[in-house]
């Protein structure tokens, strides 16, 4: 079972994180955003995880699909959180 404290608190780092990634235009700004994110979902919830990821590995942790996946994660916890 997935604790709320864990869903409001990963919401609420990758919300402020998205929200500054979203409009930054310094490629070094968000490059730190995407590391500190990486390095946060190493220890996050792994059940909580797991259903952001729906079983994709590089959910939140490759370049190419960071945008994306942010956005998602965002989304998803917020239907979790009502």
């Given amino acids: 079972m997935i604790r709320k404290e864990n869903i409001e608190t990963a919401y609420c780092f990758l919300h402020q994180k998205q929200r500054v990634y ?3 235009t310094m490629e070094w700004q968000k ?3 995407e590391y500190a994110i990486g ?3 190493d220890t996050m919830d792994a059940e909580l995880y797991a259903k952001l990821s729906e079983g994709r590995e590089d959910y939140l942790r490759s370049h190419a699909s960071f945008g994306d996946d942010i956005k ?3 989304e ?3 239907g979790m959180l009502k």
């Fill in 22 to 24: 979203q409009y930054s």
């Fill in 39 to 41: 390095s946060y979902v």
């Fill in 31 to 33: 490059e730190d955003i």
């Fill in 72 to 74: 998602d994660a965002v």
């Fill in 76 to 78: 998803k916890l917020e």
